[in-house]
Structures are given as structure tokens and as C-alpha cells.
């Protein structure tokens, strides 16, 4: 008697007694081989053998399964009204993955090509498997005998491919394929790339994965490069239709950025200009972490095969010589830069640039009335009494001048109450403006310069409000040159610009101040006219939630890494079939969505940072 009660007891002779009796069993015939199994016995008592018929259908098996009906077959405008369903054969249901992408051919031609959104185990046939028995028995086998259960793929159809005089094309789903049409997985990179529009050239980003693992295909290299529409033939570039870049610590955020950032830095990449020229771009990046200079070094971590691999998929790399650092003087800081080789130019902000832009000086606590006292009554009347070179310490002598309070109270301009709400605000810049450095405004040409990446770090700034007033100088700086019909510096003007800026949500923050909501406005501008003017932002933060709708709107190009905070992945608005993927995503992977560019996908950046990333 074993532990599986009177089961262990069984006996198939002790079920016939006759059988017994006369010998007629298989053991006391004393044959118990094939010809036994496949016998019969005659009244004369000789035996007469059948033909054994094989379960297995003859030919070789092609694709992974064949569309089935069972459930129903319907393709809808309404994709929740879609029903479109593969059984797979026993031999490929282990390489089948959620994400994966099949084919599944028209009669005529045509093909149709959908992704898996679901997997499903169903019986084949109808039992009740929750038992103990059952149970105890799975226990007891190394193997699942797969007969015995349907394996059945949901699909969601993403478009249909056609040839068009040998080119090959796509289109909305409109047509439902035949039941029993034999699906395979897609593994040819043209069909891939057409079936989620991604376009052929254009800048490197990383390559295509579903669940994680790169998906291969027959061709040399195997993987599926993504990369974004970067020449007028195919509309704006995509650059100049802004990026966002939102991942946490840990994520590989800042390694992806370089990444990115680099190819724009390719000495090949031009963009044409209206009076005809091709410029390469000029990058210009905020780095509060101190980080982005080291793209001037080469990473001595990238050997020589995995730089040939680079050149063959056609991928800058290595650091860029033209890497400037233009450091911010702030009181008596000092940069330490022995992680770089880049060179070191000291600047500072002129108390001169706040008459074009009053809210530098405003801090983060004027409201509209006490704004409106500095912008319209006080910066006017102290440009007039000092002239437009007047300097932050004549400003702060101006604002203590008791005479100057009384008379504008007197006057009916400016409350007191008014006045000293805004001296407060405005004092303790001292160590911000007009340091002992070389002004930002005469550093124009040697700031921006066609090919250059120039880097201003603010590590060493250990006032936030100080890195505020540096960061939103320069930007404005730039976007007021870029947007203006009669420019003050041309060089701005007539290079085509990427706009990087680290832990963006810390300056585009959504705030009820007078100071954030006109920094919004700015953005929000040269946002709208990034394609006109041939400037691009390139943001990058660990809080997308914080960012301004107003500029998040103007987003194009959205790069989601690892984020952990729920807040943080609903507001970056990628499909939900990708969000949930988000928080177990590992280093370097990332989920991109460029609606101009291609279908959401999933991508896996390179292992290697293409410049030198990191410290020692």
C-alpha cells in the first residue's frame, strides 16, 4: 500500500478472472514487445498484425503556430472589439514572449504584422486537474506532457506590410487574416523596422528588445538598431522637436544622455541653414552633477572590437576634442575638474542682463504687484540714473537710498510696504553678479560654437538660488537670441543648437511665483519655435512629474529608464502595455516614444558608454 492510497494497490490482471485463467494475458503469453501491442488474436488462435499510424502530421513544420477561431476572429477600428488568436505548436512554446513580434501572411501577399499581448494555457480537454491527485502526481515527474493543454497567443495587430514597386510599405490594419493562416515570428529587419516605422537612418539611440533581450534577427549585424528621424526629407528633425530623458538613480540615465548626446557631435551631422550652409550643431548642457565634460576623454573601457562594431552600425563614439567646461564664477567657490581634461573658461553673469530679464534678480517670492514695482518703476529709473552697465552692488545702493522710498510712496507709485518687499527679495545676490571673470555676453563666439559641446557646471555651487540665477542667465541668453528677429549676437543665431539641461524639473518646476511662471513662458516659446529656429531641448530628470505641462507639452521625444515613483511614470504618457514595464526595467533599458518617429518600443541602450563615464 504506498501514500497514494488503494491506486498503489492496482493490478490489470486481477481485473478479469477468465483472462487469468487462461493464460490470455500479455505477461503469461510471454510477449510483451511491439508486435503484442500491435496483434490481435484469431479464433484459430494465430495473430494478425496492423499497421501502426503515426499521430504526427507528415512534412516539416513552418512558423510557430497557425491563427485559430475557437474564440472568434475579428479585426475592429476599436481594438477592444479586436479578437485575433494563434495556437502555438508544443515545439515553440518556450521562445514565445509577451512583446514579441509575428507575421502572419494574406493570401495575396499581403501581410499582417501584430505584436503578443497575451498567453494562455487552456485544457484541451475538459478535466478537473485541481485534485490531489493530480497534484501528487506533478510532483513526481520531471517533465509537463504539453498534449494535454492548448497554448494560445492573444495578438494586438499593429499594421498591415504591402510591397509598392519593390519598396516595401505599411498601413493601418483593414483587412482580418484566414483562420488556419500559419503565423511565424518576424526576424527580418526590414519587415521589422517598416512594421513599427522606424526609420532606417538617423541618430543611434539603442536596439530593439522585447522582455529584455535584444531581438535578433538573420541579417549581419543581428540586432535591430532604433534611431530618430534626423534630415528634412523626412519632416523636422527630431531634435529640434525636443527630448526628454526621465529615469532614477541608478538607472543608467546620465550614461544614456552622453550617448545620445554624442552622436549630435558627429562630425558628419549638419543641419542646412537658411542662407544655404550645412552647420553641425552646437551643444550646450547644464550639468549640476559635473559630469558631461568628461566627453572630451575617450573611456578607456571600450575595446577595439566593440569599437569596430561601432563603425559598422555606423555609431560616433569617442571623446570629443572640441569639450569646453565654461564655469560659473560664484563668490569664492572653487572648481576642481581632475576627473577632465577639458578646458576650463571662468565667466561670469553682468547685473546688465536683468533689464532684458527682470526675473533673474526677482528670486522666487515676488508677486505680481512688487514684480511689477521692479520691472516697471525701479529698473527703469535706476537704468536711467546709472546708465545700462550699472552693476548689482550700484543697484543694491540705489534700493537703500531712504529719499528714493519716500518719494515714490509720496508719489503714489510704489507702496513702502511694497518697496521694502522687493529690496528684500533682491538682496544676496552679491556673490552672483558681476564677479571677477569675463562676462557670458562677451564669451558669445567662444561659447557657441558649430561642433563644440560646451558644458557649464554648477556642482561647486552650494547656493541653489545662485545655480537658479546662473542656469536661467545663460538658457534665457540663448533662447531670447534664438527667438529674436533682430539679434544681438548672430553666432546664436545662425548654429543650430541642442539646449541640454540636467534635473530639469528643478528650473521648469510648475510654481505659483511670478519668477516661475515667467521662465515657463520663455521655455514654453522656444519650445514652439524650436523647429523654426533650429533649437533643441534636451532635458533630462529623476522627476518628470514636476515639470511644467506647458513645456512637457511640446515634448516629442521621450526616453523612460527605470523609475521606481508611480507619480513619475504616469506622467510621462507612454501606452500602458510599456508603463507597467517601467519600475523592473534593469540598467540601460529604456522604453522610447516618439509618436513621430515610430510605434512606443522598448530598446536596450549600448553596455559601454561611448565616452568616458564616471569616476575613479
Known amino acids: 500500500m504506498t501514500d497514494l492510497g488503494d491506486f498503489g494497490e492496482f493490478n490489470a490482471d486481477a481485473d478479469s478472472d477468465d483472462g487469468a485463467a487462461t493464460g490470455s494475458s500479455p505477461s503469461s503469453s510471454g510477449s510483451d514487445g511491439p508486435e503484442s501491442a500491435n496483434a490481435s488474436a484469431t479464433t484459430d488462435g494465430t495473430t494478425t498484425e496492423f499497421e501502426s499510424t503515426s499521430v504526427e502530421p507528415r512534412g516539416e513544420d513552418v512558423g510557430i503556430g497557425a491563427i485559430c477561431v475557437s474564440q472568434g476572429l475579428r479585426v475592429a477600428e476599436d481594438g477592444e472589439d479586436t479578437t485575433l488568436r494563434a495556437y502555438v505548436t508544443r515545439g515553440n512554446r518556450s521562445s514565445i514572449r509577451i512583446g514579441s513580434y509575428l507575421l ?8 499582417l504584422f501584430c505584436r503578443i499581448t497575451g498567453l494562455e494555457y487552456a485544457q484541451q480537454y475538459h478535466a478537473d486537474d485541481a485534485t490531489e491527485i493530480h497534484a501528487r502526481r506533478a510532483m513526481r515527474t520531471d517533465e509537463i506532457d504539453e498534449s494535454d493543454y492548448k497554448f494560445v497567443a492573444e495578438l494586438e495587430p499593429v499594421a498591415v506590410l504591402y510591397d509598392d514597386d519593390g519598396e516595401l510599405k505599411r498601413r493601418m490594419t483593414d483587412r ?6 500559419v503565423v511565424r515570428q518576424a526576424d527580418d529587419t526590414e519587415e521589422i523596422k517598416t512594421g513599427l516605422k522606424m526609420p532606417d537612418d538617423g541618430v543611434f539611440l539603442g536596439h530593439l528588445s522585447v522582455g529584455g533581450e535584444k531581438v535578433r534577427t538573420a541579417a549581419s549585424p543581428p540586432t535591430i538598431d532604433y534611431r530618430l528621424k534626423d534630415n528634412y526629407d523626412a519632416g523636422d528633425p527630431l531634435v529640434f522637436r525636443h527630448t526628454l530623458v526621465a529615469g532614477g538613480t541608478g538607472s543608467g540615465k546620465t550614461h544614456g544622455a552622453k550617448n545620445i548626446l554624442r552622436q549630435y557631435l558627429d562630425d558628419d551631422r549638419t543641419y542646412p541653414m537658411d542662407d544655404g550652409r550645412e552647420v553641425t550643431p552646437a551643444v550646450v548642457q547644464f550639468d549640476p552633477q559635473d559630469e558631461y565634460a568628461q566627453m572630451h576623454d575617450d573611456n578607456p573601457e571600450l575595446d577595439d572590437d566593440f569599437a569596430r562594431r561601432l563603425e559598422r552600425e555606423g555609431i560616433a563614439y569617442g571623446g570629443h576634442d572640441d569639450t569646453t567646461a565654461f564655469v560659473p564664477k560664484i563668490g569664492s567657490a572653487s572648481y576642481a575638474a581632475g576627473h577632465h581634461r577639458a578646458e576650463q573658461v571662468e565667466f561670469t553673469i553682468p547685473f546688465s542682463m536683468v533689464h532684458d530679464n527682470p526675473w533673474l534678480v526677482a528670486g522666487s517670492g515676488l508677486n505680481d504687484n512688487q514684480y511689477g514695482a521692479l520691472v516697471s518703476v525701479l529698473l527703469p529709473r535706476f537704468r536711467k540714473q546709472y546708465g545700462s552697465a550699472g552693476t548689482y552692488e550700484e543697484f543694491t545702493t540705489f534700493l537703500d537710498d531712504p529719499a528714493l522710498r519716500e518719494e515714490l510712496d509720496e508719489s503714489g507709485r510704489v507702496h513702502e510696504a511694497t518697496f521694502d518687499a522687493v529690496r528684500r527679495r533682491v538682496l544676496g545676490f552679491d556673490h552672483v ?8 555676453t562677451d564669451l558669445v563666439h567662444e561659447f557657441v560654437r558649430p561642433g563644440g559641446l560646451t558644458v557649464v557646471p554648477t556642482y561647486h555651487i552650494n547656493d541653489s538660488r545662485a545655480t537658479e540665477a546662473v542656469v536661467l542667465a545663460v538658457s534665457s541668453l540663448i533662447i531670447d537670441q534664438k527667438l529674436s528677429n533682430d539679434p544681438d549676437y548672430d553666432r546664436i543665431k545662425e548654429t543650430p543648437l541642442v539646449l541640454g539641461m540636467d534635473e530639469a524639473h528643478n528650473f521648469l518646476t510648475d510654481a505659483d511665483s511670478v519668477q516661475a511662471g515667467k521662465v515657463i513662458t520663455k521655455f514654453t516659446e522656444a519650445a514652439k519655435q524650436g523647429r523654426k529656429e533650429r533649437l533643441g531641448l534636451f ?5 518628470p512629474q514636476d515639470i511644467h505641462d506647458a513645456v512637457f507639452k511640446q515634448i516629442n521625444t521621450t526616453v523612460v529608464l527605470n523609475l521606481g515613483d508611480e507619480d513619475a511614470i504616469k506622467s510621462v504618457n507612454i501606452p500602458s502595455n510599456l508603463e507597467s514595464k517601467v519600475p523592473y526595467m534593469e540598467k540601460g533599458q529604456m522604453v522610447v516614444y516618439s509618436p513621430d518617429n515610430s510605434e512606443p518600443v522598448e530598446l536596450i541602450g549600448l553596455p559601454t558608454c561611448l565616452t568616458r563615464h564616471g569616476r575613479d
Open 104 to 111: 502572419a501572411p494574406y493570401p495575396d501577399g499581403e501581410t
Open 176 to 181: 482580418v487574416p484566414k483562420p488556419q493562416t
Open 433 to 440: 553678479f558681476d564677479q571677477d571673470a569675463r562676462p557670458i
Open 539 to 543: 532635458l533630462i530628470t529623476q522627476d
